[in-house]
DNA sequence: TTGAAAGCGCTACCAC
DNA sequence: GTGGTAGCGCTTTCAA
């Protein structure tokens, strides 16, 4: 492995000079630039990461933190972690992998050893435990989800309050006076993940301002517990159901639930999708698609964290990202597929 | 932050002591090893990653290369790299993710940046052009996935030829004569993805041997293709069907179809189920699952990769190693569900 | 516009 | 069983 020395050797210049040249941090004349770099190019130099961040303090490197519990959807995490770390790369870093079930530890582990210089935290919840911690951890974090108290932290999300209001408004629009809303088990409402309530507290808002009768039904992944609220659904409402589900898993087997009670969907009743949207629901003809746009979020929290890592100044105050959600319309005749909407990626 | 010699002080030994503490690379008596570890840990010490990297040569860390091609189920990829990541900690090293869209020029950067001591490289193609370049890395890589000529590379896998071994003998055991494999869109048939040319063959292998007539009929993602499949098996039948599908897709749309169809699986057609599975899939009672014990490949492929890594000879040889898939047999009452097998993890 | 040289924090050799 | 010390390859002052 060719190191700065063989380069400079090469071309003919100091050490220090061939840094320069890599870092761009004072001018270098055109002429002896191009030395180097020719002799970077011939060596195929490429500078020690260790190296680097020893000397630096500064690894280039982000940690992201993902959460593997099995109440979370492993295909809406992995949107996210590509996404992270093909952003990552286009600034110049790299990601650095660390699971939730390190906890603490983990956190002050990866920043103790100084392997990064910031941290992404997923699936943060309303008032998560890891939150004392970030504070006090000397290297900036981002999270991508709300805590209760957000106060001098940096937070982007999805706007879910906003994406419940326009849920709402798809059905009255479409001339519902009533609609369930069908997903997340019980024990997440009102508790860990406060996305949840966000969504449910717009979406109540918006039926109140536009008198829309709205109920919310838990249900977890099984089909007994979807069914049992579709059912419900059907019984209370008077006219044409409205469904709304934020819930992948539900997604994924609601289309075969209509199938069964004989509901065709833009014809008996209104289906709505929302967020990371399955290949199932996919398959329904006439919906309205809510994307929450993963990857624009997961974009926003890399720029935002380079940001902060930038700054000469530890971060003053915190921010707060609320992503808008995208509203797509399909219409289709069955069995002709209609390409899922694409987020810039 | 402290650094070891902070600690040295502290305990008042040489910095080279703490390092041999640390690293256990030489015998230290109980008295100074228990003093050491008392400073550590009052001074919540941790070793710089950079500076260790630099000295030792070794990062500590494993390369990830994941693919992001829109073709490969995210779920499914999530699995892979979660288990990677928490087995890699139970060993002391960390996770480096690398996007497939950086190509072999993304492993040869984070080989020569030395960032990584070494490689995974997941969804492996048939021809998989990063091999060239592989081989000539100078660090140990292991494949999930096996090319087409693995001679010298360390690969590792489900058993796919085993898996349609073992669908078709399930199907002759439940009395079929006929059966249909349903799934993989066209194009990966034949082609870059070669696990799926060796389900086939393992498959057909046992249809010829056992007596039992096999169709495979690609498919698709969408409705429409999957439903054209089914409907041809149903023609093509005396007696019960069969369907069997590897493919995540068709098995998250395969119950609404035969539903559709009027087909209860148990009753008018048995079910197989190949590889992750999803939750639809799971509201299926009769079914049987061939589980490909993703979780079990991932910890393998991060064992395999520690013994190369920390191996005095550059490995000789190359391996390959497959992993049998685990049968589960469902049954159940409507409404009642069974949990998906677990693979330790 | 460039160079010399002093570290960054750790490991591992050599000496005792 | 322990300590001294020379680097690992880079960045970054200070000096020219």
Redesign the interface.
């Given at each position: 492995?060719p190191t700065s020395k063989d380069v400079a050797a090469l071309a003919g210049v100091s050490q220090s000079t061939v840094s320069y040249v890599m870092t761009g941090k004072r001018p270098i004349s055109e002429k002896t630039r191009l030395r180097v770099e020719a002799a970077i190019e011939q060596l195929?130099y490429?500078?020690?990461?260790?190296?680097?961040?020893?000397a630096s303090r500064k690894?280039q490197?982000i940690g992201?933190v993902?959460p593997?519990t099995p109440e979370v959807?492993?295909?809406?995490?992995?949107?996210f972690?590509?996404v992270i770390?093909?952003t990552a790369?286009r600034f110049d870093h790299?990601?650095?992998?660390?699971?939730d079930?390190?906890g603490n530890q983990g956190l002050?582990?990866?920043v103790?050893?100084?392997?990064c210089d910031g941290l992404i935290l997923m699936q943060v919840q309303a008032d998560d435990e890891r939150i004392p911690v970030v504070r006090k951890l000397g290297v900036p974090v981002v999270f991508i989800g709300i805590p209760n108290d957000s106060t001098g932290l940096n937070c982007i999300d999805a706007d879910f309050a906003r994406a419940g209001e326009l849920c709402v408004e798809e059905m009255a629009g479409a001339g519902h006076t009533n609609g369930v809303i069908i997903g997340w088990r019980p024990r997440l409402v009102g508790s860990r993940l406060n996305y949840v309530d966000r969504f449910l507290g717009g979406a109540n808002a918006a039926a109140e301002r536009l008198g829309v009768s709205l109920e919310h039904l838990p249900a977890t992944?099984?089909?007994?517990s979807i069914?049992a609220a579709v059912d419900s659904c059907i019984a209370a409402s008077q006219g044409m159901p409205a469904f709304v589900s934020p819930d992948v898993?539900v997604l994924?087997?609601l289309?075969?639930i209509l199938?069964?009670k004989g509901l065709e969907p833009g014809r008996d009743a209104s289906v709505i999708g929302v967020g990371p949207v399955?290949?199932?629901m996919?398959?329904l003809e006439e919906t309205t698609i809510l994307d929450i746009q993963p990857s624009l979020v997961s974009q926003h929290a890399v720029e935002l964290l380079l940001r902060l890592m930038t700054a000469d100044h530890p971060d003053a105050g915190g921010t707060l990202e609320l992503i808008p959600p995208l509203v797509t319309h399909r219409h289709g005749t069955?069995?002709?597929?209609v390409p899922a909407p694409q987020s810039a990626s």
């Open positions: 492995m195929t490429r500078p020690n990461a260790g190296a680097r961040a020893l690894s490197v992201l993902i593997i959807h492993l295909g809406s995490i992995m949107e972690v590509a770390a093909a790369r790299d990601v650095l992998l660390v699971t079930q390190e002050e582990r990866v103790g050893q100084q392997l992944s099984d089909r007994r069914e898993t994924e087997l289309p075969r199938h069964e399955p290949d199932t996919l398959a069955a069995g002709h597929s």
